[in-house]
Nanobody
Framework: VQLVESGGGLVQPGGSLRLPCAVS????????MGWHRQASGKGRELVAA????????NYANSVKGRFAISRDNAKNTVYLQMNSLKPEDTAVYYC???????????WGQGTQVTVSS
């Protein structure tokens, strides 16, 4: 199983970024997906999650109304659209899925997002 994030970078406050995460090695549409982030010196937190068919999502309070998670099951890719970015959104962003059958948790390598003027 491989998860590969991309799309991070430096953006000014108020700006936008879209993070894709390409997934391989599992039956993608059967798995809920999540985006997490970890700021320097802090723990990892769940930012957004989406179920297998994309009909259900949930968000951390800190990003509600600004971030949107979506997925394209034909492309085995999950996205995080981030709008109205704030300096406190600066973190490494990871995508993740879990397999109860395998008893495993899968993570990408992360992509750095820096919000600064």
């Amino acid at each position: 199983v491989q998860l590969v994030e991309s799309g991070g970078g430096l953006v000014q406050p108020g700006g936008s970024l879209r993070l894709p995460c390409a997934v391989s090695g599992l039956s993608f549409s059967n798995y809920a997906m999540g985006w997490h982030r970890q700021a320097s010196g802090k723990g990892r937190e769940l930012v957004a999650a989406i179920n297998g068919n994309g009909s259900g999502t949930n968000y951390a309070n800190s990003v509600k109304g600004r971030f949107a998670i979506s997925r394209d099951n034909a492309k085995n890719t999950v996205y995080l659209q981030m709008n109205s970015l704030k300096p406190e959104d600066t973190a490494v962003y990871y995508c993740n899925t879990n397999s109860a059958l395998a008893g495993a948790s899968y993570w990408g390598q992360g992509t750095q997002v820096t919000v600064s003027s």
